[in-house]
């Protein structure tokens, strides 16, 4: 793996179940599908008390569970593990306030908006904005684009003339 | 189907097998429809394939639509497109390539939001080719004036960057008023670019030393400025800009007076004001510390990230304590006595509930062991390595007798390693009886305690040969109840006997284990006075099947019989084993090795007649001898230190070897003396003893 602030971020349910999985390393699909694996089955054998870093192959692991999701990522081994924290915390309330009181429901059906918004917010791996406020705008404003895009078929297949 | 009706739909599936039956149907009707070429549903249908995806479900076949949709003039055929290629498409697939100039043409779009989109993909997962080909764009991206692409341009040319490090430099100019920015979204990807450009490059980092003082200017600002709700986390400004400032600051400071000296204050600001009520105060004070540690800073400050440190160790917080912990094992070579003042703190984090923090804790505590605080730290580390997980405990025992052979005195030293026996690794066998037979005044203690060992559990074999070969040799202060230390046993010899002949047939023992009791055994007969029993035994292993014991048994018998008149002499207490100093390889000049036959098979008594065929006497002879790990050598004192001349003398000296593994026998000797008045040294190696001697 080379060298990246975030290497992966996976979201899972408490069944092991994967939400959402953002690779920033070249990995084939079945590699991908072993470490979601491996490490999934790794963090839900964890007990509560449990500190929220631990060393996976060569990489850090820093994870949180908010309600019934397990939000994962994999970080280099000098990077600060507490700021990851905070990193994952600006995800949850980005999308805390874009579905308004996010639960994992929203996520499985919104599943490509919370791809969008998470790349509002990293790209390569690294935060590209540090401001709540503006992540949510542009994607507010990406919204608007595709409404707008779709909105002449919409109003044609409402008067059934397509 | 809509893509929330197929999510609704395949939810409802009861079992994998329904599962895997609607999403087969639906991957059939979505082949079709790819097959179609039908442009209004393929945004629909890869984003259905996506989530099928997801679950598991192969999905390779709409990677090609992935591209058709990335092609397409629609916002949401491109959403989706791109979304679809980052999740289906790696850069070890050639179809990757064809993305090439579709995004180079978005990269020139006239909407931010598709400039965003290819932007982002970029910087996910391009190749190198594609890196190669587009990074123009990129470079020019990065001097727009529009922070939306300028934010995303510097994380693009990161990657770039990362793929293909030789285009660092074409990025260098627009490097040049980066840190104006007012926007932080641009000023902390930039950041992270010149990090990424000063950690690849020491030319570029040298350049860019002169951006330390901006740096400082930007992160005073952001302490010292007041409230600022569009950045504000608990109360503190930007802390993902803060962090990553003062990592730049720890690259730039590092082996650089000037550099270092001009962050100090502002280091020093940062680590008294920064509130430590949250996670996120606390993440920034890590960062500091971490930079304060390794540039050029002076002891103050240095002094007060420790005691950060320390702080940290008391925290609630259990995240904080793992963060501390490891940061202190990284400075504890650097700063010992700065650390000694958290002992405590580090010994109480022996008793975390969490394995990574106990770990840290454990390997923490041994490097801070030292000739003072050797009791109390045993104590804790005994009584850890005795309610620790089992991953820990070899480890645990090897760090206590290292700690115990380095620091503690005799006495202390097999107080503290008889209960750290029971995990010991076979490779430590050897080095902990030496240390019992040096603690002399503790042989009673020892034996006692390790006999008990052994009416507990004889399973551990590495144990079972210790405490079998402290039987046979201290045996008889066992039996006369000789231990100080606590309360003497009271067994008998033939309770005694019961106890290593149960090791002999035990399905438990290991053949090197039943050699160590047969020896035990056989030594006992100068100890113990039930010296027929003992003979008993001896004669029934001469027929055993296991070849290494009938040898010894027969040779042990020979003992009884012909060689009675030797037996105490040779089966007496083994003397104190001093560690040799191990010397370069040696050339004799002359000597001759011989062994003696010898009842305890572990040790091979060697003989050296040193003679001197040279005109003059050699005077200040000295022998010495190295050996590997697995012997243990005593040196008895030579006869004489002067080798006379033309053969008119022999200096005779006793080597012991100690060799329970069995090993070929060989060592390398190095003679130093004095001939005609200059000193002169000579090496060899001696390796042709015959089998005997060490089988």
């Known amino acids: 793996m080379y060298k990246n602030s975030i290497n992966f971020m996976l979201l899972f349910s408490r069944q092991g179940k994967l939400r959402l999985q953002k690779w920033y390393v070249p990995l084939s699909d079945k590699e991908r599908k072993k470490i979601s694996r491996d ?94 406020k503006n992540v949510l705008k542009a994607i507010e404003q990406a919204d608007l684009l595709q409404e707008e895009a779709e909105a002449p078929r919409s109003v044609l297949e409402e008067i059934g003339l397509t | 189907m809509l893509l929330r009706e197929l999510i609704r739909t395949i939810r409802t599936a009861r079992t994998q097998a329904e599962e895997r039956e609607m999403i087969q149907k639906e991957c059939a009707a979505i082949r079709s429809s790819f097959r179609e070429e039908d442009n209004t549903y393929r945004c629909r249908n890869v984003a259905k394939l996506l989530y099928m995806h997801m679950l598991g479900y192969p999905a390779h076949f709409g ?150 003082p901006q740096l400082v200017r930007i992160l005073k600002n952001l302490i010292m400025s007041g409230y600022s709700p569009e950045h504000d986390v608990s109360g503190i400004s930007d802390p993902f800009l803060q962090v990553r ?38 993440a920034i004070l890590y960062e500091t510390v ?77 490097a801070l062991v030292n000739g003072n605080n050797i009791r109390g730290m045993m104590k804790e580390l005994l009584y850890f390595l005795d309610s620790c997980d089992p991953e820990f405990k070899a480890d645990c025992a090897s760090g206590v007798f290292l700690a115990a052979e380095k620091y503690g005195t005799d006495r202390q030293t097999s107080l503290h390693i008889t209960p750290a026996g029971s995990y010991v690794r076979d490779d430590s066998v050897p080095n902990l009886i030496q240390l019992i037979t040096n603690s002399v005044e503790m042989h009673a203690y020892t034996v006692q305690r390790l006999y008990k060992a052994l009416l507990d559990d004889i399973s551990q074999q590495p144990l079972v040969q210790v405490a079998s070969w402290c039987t046979g040799e201290y045996g008889d202060l066992l039996v006369s109840g000789q231990c100080e230390e606590e309360e003497p046993i009271q067994v008998t010899e033939d309770e005694v006997l019961d106890v290593l002949e149960g090791l002999l047939v035990s399905n438990l023992s290991t053949p090197v284990t039943r050699g160590y009791s047969l020896t035990a055994i056989m030594k006992l007969s100068t100890r113990f006075s039930s010296v027929n029993r003992i003979k008993k035994v001896v004669l029934i292993y001469g027929s055993s099947i296991d070849v290494e014991l009938q040898q010894r048994a027969v040779e042990y018998n020979a003992l009884f019989k012909k060689y009675d008149h030797m037996r105490p002499a040779l089966l007496e207490r083994m003397p104190i084993m001093e560690k040799t100093a191990a010397n370069g390889p040696t050339e004799i000049v002359q000597t001759n090795g011989e062994t003696e036959a010898n009842p305890n098979p572990n040790i091979a008594i060697i003989t050296i007649h040193a003679s001197n065929a040279t005109e003059a006497d050699m005077t200040d002879f000295v022998f010495q001898a190295a050996v590997p790990k697995t ?22 000296q006793v ?6 593994q069995k090993v070929s026998l060989s060592f390398t000797n190095c003679l130093t003396y004095t001939l005609k008045g200059s000193p002169v040294q000579d090496l060899a190696e001696v390796n042709n003893f015959p089998p005997q001697s060490w089988q």
Request: net charge neutral; glycine share 4%.
């Open chain 2, 655 to 660: 080597i012991r070897v100690l060799n329970p």
């Open chain 2, 245 to 282: 400032i003062l990592r730049l600051l720890r690259i730039l400071g590092k082996s650089d007076d000037d550099s270092s000296e001009a962050m100090n204050d502002i280091l020093a600001q940062v680590a008294t004001n920064t509130e430590t009520s949250k996670n996120v105060g606390n």
């Open chain 1, 39 to 132: 490490l999934v089955q790794t963090i839900l054998a964890r007990k509560p008390k449990m500190c929220s870093f631990l060393e996976w192959r060569d990489l850090k692991i820093v994870y949180k569970r908010y309600a019934s999701l397990y939000f994962c990522c994999a970080v280099e081994d000098q990077d600060n593990e507490l700021i990851t924290l905070e990193i994952i915390h600006r995800y949850v309330e980005l999308l805390d306030k874009y579905f308004g009181s996010v639960c994992e429901l929203d996520i499985i059906f919104n599943f490509e908006k919370a791809y969008f918004i998470l790349d509002e917010f990293l790209l390569g791996g690294e935060a590209q904005e540090t401001s709540k």
């Open chain 2, 631 to 652: 012997f243990q050598l005593q040196l008895l004192s030579p006869s004489s230190n002067v080798v006379p001349a033309l053969n008119q003398g022999t200096v005779t």
């Open chain 2, 290 to 366: 971490l930079t304060i540690m390794d540039i050029k800073s002076e002891s103050g400050l240095r002094v007060l990230a420790i005691n950060i440190l320390g702080r940290f160790l008391l925290n609630n917080d259990k995240n904080i304590r793992y963060v501390a912990l490891t940061s202190l094992l990284k400075t504890v070579q650097t700063d010992h006595n700065a650390v000694q003042r958290h002992r405590s703190t580090i010994v109480d984090c022996l008793k975390d509930l969490d394995v990574s923090i106990k770990r840290r804790a454990m390997e923490l505590s041994f």
């Open chain 2, 63 to 212: 990677q090609l639509e992935c591209l058709k949709l990335i092609a397409s003039q629609k916002f949401t055929d491109k959403r989706i497109g791109y979304l679809g290629a980052m999740l289906l498409l790696d850069e070890r697939q050639d179809v990757h390539l064809l993305m090439t100039n579709c995004i180079k043409n978005d990269l020139n779009h006239s909407t931010q939001y598709v400039q965003g989109l290819a932007l982002c993909t970029l910087g996910c997962m391009g190749s190198s080719e594609m890196c190669r080909d587009l990074a123009g764009e990129v470079e020019k991206l990065l001097k727009t004036s529009n922070s939306y692409l300028r934010k995303k341009a510097a994380l693009c040319a990161v990657h770039v960057i990362r793929k293909v490090p030789e285009l660092m430099e074409m990025f260098l100019p627009a490097t040049k008023n980066l840190l104006s920015e007012k926007n932080h979204g641009v000023l902390h990807t930039s950041v992270v670019l010149l990090t990424e450009m000063c950690e690849r490059s020491p030319d570029m980092l040298a350049h860019f030393r002169k951006l330390v």
